[in-house]
């Protein structure tokens, strides 16, 4: 995806499936919920997520935002693969300046370090203060956060609610799936291009506002935060991404006549 002079590439890490029962709750009273977006879904009725990250290249910076699930290979994800993909770009851990986290949840940190060791040795780490609050140093923190994480320590730059990162790329916080959740913003002179986080796992998110997503750490906050997003997106011609959209692909919201549509690009 181009935005501008800038080129924003997927990183794949592998793939999950997960039933899409276990995803997500519904509020409303319809009796099949899927039934108008069985694109999203497999033969099965489940949901098959990419896992990896985004590479952009800014200002002599090479920037990884999210870092896929690591060797993480079991019956429900399926990840290892991030480190050959850079390498099919012709980069090296060596050569990532840059490793943006929109969340610190398992499957986007999973590339951060490998039993201990920094696998980004010159990188800057980059997080919302809330979720390095929330994950690892707050009074409650989770023990396999700690673990993994607390060796980036002494090279993380925590970022604030909308703070530039690097020639092109800001962060707009979006809290509600995690405390400190955030959207990274791509952009050139007028174009631009966003990356989601899990902020949306699956696109059907934007069209449908209400639907819970089961692992959102403050549901009604994260209901408010789509919707508000999905407002912000709908007809503008906007190219948006997640790291859990299948392929990774970009894709736009739609206006439509009482519903809005999706359309990969």
């Known amino acids: ?128 203060a809330a979720d390095w609050d929330h994950f690892v140093a707050g009074p409650r923190p989770e023990r396999g956060s700690v673990k993994k994480l607390s060796p980036l320590a002494d090279r993380l730059d925590v970022f604030g609610d909308d703070d530039a990162l690097a020639p092109g790329i800001t962060v707009r916080h979006a809290p509600g799936h995690t405390p400190g959740s955030a959207v990274i913003v791509v952009a050139d002179g007028t174009e631009r291009a966003l990356l989601l986080g899990d902020v949306v796992h699956c696109p059907v998110e934007l069209l449908e506002n209400d639907w819970e997503m089961l692992m959102d750490v403050d549901p009604d906050l994260a209901a408010r935060t789509r919707e508000a997003l999905a407002k912000e997106l709908e007809g503008r011609d906007v190219p948006v991404a997640a790291a859990h959209f299948p392929g990774l692909r970009f894709g736009r919201l739609l206006a439509g006549s009482g519903r809005r549509h999706w359309t990969f690009a």
């Not at 879904?41 to 910076?61: I, K, M, N, P, Y």
């Open 1 to 128: 995806m181009r935005v501008g002079e800038l080129e924003i590439v997927p990183i794949h890490d592998g793939w999950a499936r997960v039933p899409a029962s276990e995803m997500f709750r519904f509020t409303g009273e319809r009796a099949e919920p899927w039934l108008p977006h069985g694109q999203f879904l497999t033969a099965d009725g489940s949901l098959e997520l990419a896992l990896g990250g985004f590479l952009v290249r800014t200002g002599g910076r090479v920037v990884l935002v999210d870092a896929g699930v690591g060797r993480i290979d079991n019956d429900r994800y399926h990840g290892g693969q991030l480190i050959e993909s850079l390498a099919g770009l012709g980069l090296t851990p060596d050569d990532v300046t840059d490793v943006v986290f929109t969340h610190l949840h398992f499957d986007h940190v999973g590339w951060a370090t490998q039993k201990g060791a920094v696998v980004f040795p010159r990188a800057t780490f980059r997080c919302h």
